[in-house]
């Protein structure tokens, strides 16, 4: 059974950095991507990367966010840096569990079967 469980997140200043972790169990070479919820909105994708280290990052985190993953920890990470106040949001984990190791294009919450329960990111001024 595949698991998805969040870390890190944490009320930070603004322009401050913050590493988000995801540690996963049941899963190999995989498709892997964090999303992001503000409260009454729809899940936006913030980035992903698939089984062979291919990164694609949504263009409002490019420069500021990397995604990353260390197969040997079972972990994928965010690391977020010149955090704004609008990053503010739940941030989750997703994992596409049934099409290893590509991702398939784009960053939608459809293409992912597997969710963690979130970790709360607040920016603060």
């Known amino acids: 059974q595949v698991q998805l469980v969040e870390s890190g997140g944490d009320s930070v200043q603004a322009g401050g950095s913050l590493r988000l972790s995801c540690e996963h169990s049941?899963?190999?070479?995989?498709?892997m991507a964090w999303f992001r919820q503000f409260p009454g909105k729809e899940r936006e994708g913030v980035a992903k990367i698939d089984g062979n280290g291919y990164t694609y990052h949504a263009d409002f985190v490019k420069g500021r966010f990397t995604v990353s993953r260390d197969s040997a920890k079972n972990t994928m990470y965010l690391q977020m840096s010149s955090l704004k106040l609008e990053d503010t949001a739940m941030y989750f984990c997703?994992?596409?569990?049934?099409?290893?190791?590509?991702?398939?294009?784009?960053?939608?919450?459809?293409?992912?079967?597997?969710w963690g329960r979130g970790t709360q990111v607040t920016v603060s001024s």
């Open positions: 049941g899963l190999d070479w995989n498709c």
């Open positions: 997703a994992a596409d569990s049934t099409h290893p190791p590509t991702c398939n294009e784009g960053l939608s919450a459809a293409d992912f079967d597997v």
